[in-house]
Nanobody, 124 residues
């Protein structure tokens, strides 16, 4: 049974930082590209970042480029999202996801498995 479990969310002031983690089990982690998406109340789920299987490529949504960094540790079956200079508009539930196939990794349907999400709240 595949499980993706996010952690590290919480309340932070604008300008602050958080690091999200997503621990994967039940799959061959190194075979999957990993992504982060977010969804704010009343909005569609939005692509945040993705990282390839072999760590050679990373991808970012325009709204987080230069502020967020995605990384992974294949030995620990974990993907991370370092979020710096947080803004109130970054507040959302953040989801990690795993994609087995090749693709752009920007699109929701490319992902095979999803976590339950972790809440990030940014106070102004």
């Amino acid at each position: 049974q595949v499980q993706l479990v996010e952690s590290g969310g919480g309340l932070v002031q604008a300008g602050g930082s958080l690091r999200l983690s997503c621990a994967a089990s039940g799959l061959t982690f190194s075979s999957y590209a990993m992504g982060w998406f977010r969804q704010a109340p009343g909005k569609e789920r939005e692509f945040v970042a993705a990282i390839s299987r072999t760590l050679t490529s990373t991808y970012y949504g325009d709204s987080v480029k230069g502020r967020f960094t995605i990384s992974r540790d294949n030995a620990r079956n974990t993907v991370y999202l370092q979020m710096n200079t947080l803004k109130p508009e970054d507040a959302a539930i953040y989801y990690c996801a795993a994609a087995l196939g090749a693709g752009s990794y920007y699109l929701i349907y490319e992902y095979d498995y999803w976590g339950q999400g972790t809440q990030v709240t940014v106070s102004s």
